[in-house]
């Protein structure tokens, strides 16, 4: 038997192969763990935008995840876009029904060119099923933005933010900090205390494709590893700069980040 922590990733494919479930297995690979998936959606999309989404049939989703979870010891999970309130209900019941744990949400509604990838009806769900099933929500400030309903232009205004998204449910916040500020701050909240993870911010005025799903992909990695989430954060913080860093234009609109800048 292979003593590779399996992961799992329920989330979108993005034909352009970027973020979603591609870049998700590319960060699960090179954190020497293996990497199954749920498919939630299929986006027709390259590095200037999306063009076309198809979700996948509720009934689909669940089969995936059954056998997945009856064959594999799912060690920790992500979800990344859930885009329908079909597919967030089937979600919310296999994650009880298989008893998943190590649980990080990445709340996606927005791709990076601004197109929807959570249909705007399925936002409240979202928050009352999954959020109390956390372990980790990892929301950008636009995200944030949306649940707790107030305006983020500075660490305090993250800190509250943060502590309002607490009161719905997961263990852990991670307001990311690659939108705001001079530097790239992460403020994470516990119920208890706050924690701030800082970088600097690289190609300020550039835009950059995935940085979220390799972010909350690495977190996972780690947790499967058994490291604690504190520390797990941290790591992906670290991981996903260097992504960042040796990140590549391979198309005519946004850059890639590079979760494989590892292999040498």
């Not at 292979?2 to 352009?16: E, F, H, K, W, Y």
């Not at 079909?86 to 919310?92: E, K, R």
């Not at 190590?102 to 936002?123: H, K, Q, T, W």
Request: glycine residues 8%.
């Amino acid at each position: 038997m292979s003593n590779l922590p399996c992961v799992l990733t329920i989330a979108g494919s993005d034909s352009g192969g970027g973020a979603g479930i591609q870049a998700d297995l590319k960060t699960f690979a090179v954190h020497k763990t293996f990497g199954v998936s749920v498919i939630t959606a299929v986006t027709s999309q390259n590095t200037k935008g999306v063009k076309s989404i198809q979700g996948i049939k509720k009934e689909i989703v669940a089969d995936q995840i059954d056998m997945v979870c009856e064959d594999f010891d799912i060690k920790a999970f992500k979800t990344g876009m859930l885009y329908s309130m079909d597919i967030i209900d089937v979600v919310s019941m296999k994650i009880k029904e298989h008893r998943l744990k190590n649980f990080c949400l990445d709340p996606v509604i927005f791709a990076g060119s601004g197109d929807r990838l959570l249909l705007e009806e399925a936002v409240e769900l979202l928050i009352k099923s999954l959020f109390p099933e956390a372990l980790i929500v990892t929301p950008n400030r636009w995200e944030a933005e949306s649940f707790s309903k107030m305006k983020i232009n500075s660490i305090k205004d993250a800190e509250r933010s943060a502590k309002i998204i607490h009161e719905m449910g997961p263990k852990y916040v991670v307001i990311k900090g690659g939108h705001f500020g001079e530097k790239a701050i992460d403020v994470v909240y516990n119920g208890k205390d706050f924690a701030h993870f800082e970088t600097e911010r690289i190609g300020k005025n550039m835009k950059y494709h995935g940085a979220g799903c390799v972010f909350s992909a690495s977190i996972v990695a780690n947790l499967a590893k058994g490291i604690p989430p504190l520390k797990a954060i941290e790591r992906a913080k670290k991981f996903t700069e260097e992504a960042i860093r040796n990140s590549f234009k391979i198309g005519n609109g946004s850059i890639q980040v590079n979760p494989l800048w590892i292999i040498k």
